[in-house]
């Protein structure tokens, strides 16, 4: 018998029949498996950033440069944004069981040897197999939250998984610089052992097994999008060091990405067996989120670049405080994503709510373009814990209607593809701020300089004294300059803070471009077809 019409937008109306609320890929206890699954992912995460605050300590140790320590986060970066997008065939191939756990234990392996390196060649080395390996982690974990619980349960994981992927960025620099102070550079390696064998030992006894597809490995295509994404992190690492375009070895790298870029884009939009599955490409709402996650990259990650150097700097702070200064941006996350969670699983439209999300990061970036450097940390809080109940309300409603669209069986392809797109998004926004802080800070301490004359000197210094007291002159001289410094630096951070408020505003539209998921209607496809 039929049953009567649920009112539109109501629960009720938009939750899973439940005969058809099932999970793709059934385990008897999902709450063990859902810690393994998140001690793997925040561990990955961690790694990003986690490293940033030991590199004076690495370069010592390892007897490298200023110029080639860098080569330390680099190689990291590169080689996961390289291994990224073969994620989804080999989970076909030789199962995503096998391969999350191979990636597991191969982190906390190149983890262990990463802390036992002697020179830089040895660590670069071991950093670009950590990044091999722990490129598989994001979205093998994402999709494994997703295929082991049902449906009705899909927003709860997002929230959970989302967790793992804004906090450790947050998290990272302050465990760095607590175990480099307290301990030695190498346990901000080492750290990741007792966690990572908890991990590795939930996903062998839990971790459920999918099935194998035969699927043609596409090294064109591979290659292609590889020396596309190498040369633009290349691009990015190396432009700052070498002024851009003044040098050859940017024109080449920017020759190669443009390149190979256009031939990849070509190729896998004509190739019969692609690297990914063109449907992905032609979801109207995975394309979308796909933009979303290169803005998300840009505002998250760029923001937590710039805050940690301009607080140590020019306010002060030190490791720790400013670890403890910008956390509550990881508790505004928690606390949205639990607000962003209950939406979903009321049939809330997901687009108003993404759309606020990102007006709240906005209107938090219109905060910090206010400061000046007497700042205090009630404001630095405020706006972080803005900005975090922001990023939460994007998260979750965003990986629910970008998945919400897509065949169980594109979810592993599609997860990689979202954190490739963050993860660019993170790499060309610390680049763009970076370069804009550089060249504002040149712009900015020129003015304040043509501003400072003779008269506005003598009313700081008498005058009179300076042929009694010569040495006094210079040191206020000296003085002013460092201030005209300070005051150049603060002003430049601002133009970024202004400058990601936009980028986060041109944003907004896009939400309302989306399609509202649908309940299921039908039963639910085995995994692979």
Known sequence: MASRAAPAGSAAATAPDPAHDVAQLPVANPGILIVGIMAASLLQVLDTTIANVAIPHMRTALGATTETITWVLTSYIIASAVALPITGWLADRVGGRRLFIL??????????????????????????????????????????????????????????????????????????????????WRWVFYVNLPVGILSLAILISQLPTRETVKRKFDLT??????????????????????????????????FLFISAAWMAVIHLGTAKDGLFDRALFLDRNFAIAMGFMLAIGVVMFATMALLPPMLQQLMGYDVIDTGLVLMPRGIGVLISMQFAGMAMRRGIDSRPVVATGFLICALSLYEMAQWSLGVDQFHIVASGLVQGLGMGLVFIPLNVSAFGTLPPRLRTDGSSLLNLFRSLGASAG???????????????????????TGASVSSMIDVSTVDRYQNLGQVALSMLDLEANRQAAMVAYIDDFWMMMWITLAAVPLAFIMRKPKPTKGPMPPPGE
């Open 430 to 452: 610390i680049s763009l701020t970076t370069v804009m802080l550089a060249r504002n800070i040149q712009i900015a301490h020129s003015d304040i300089a043509s501003s400072v």
């Open 221 to 254: 295509g591979f290659i292609l999008l590889g020396v596309a994404l190498a040369s633009f992190q290349m691009l990015l690492d190396r432009g700052q060091t070498l002024d851009w375009y003044d040098s050859y070895e940017i024109w080449l790298w920017t």
């Open 103 to 184: 990636s597991v234990a191969g982190f906390i392996m190149s983890s262990m040897l990463c802390g036992m390196a002697q020179n830089l060649e040895e660590m670069v080395l071991f950093r670009a197999l950590q990044g091999v390996t722990g490129a598989f982690i994001a979205p093998l974990s994402q999709a494994f939250m997703l295929d082991t619980n049902k449906p009705s349960k899909h927003a709860q994981m997002m929230a959970l998984w989302g967790m793992g992927i804004m906090i450790g960025p947050i998290l990272g620099p302050v465990l760095g610089g607590w175990l480099t102070e307290q301990a030695n």
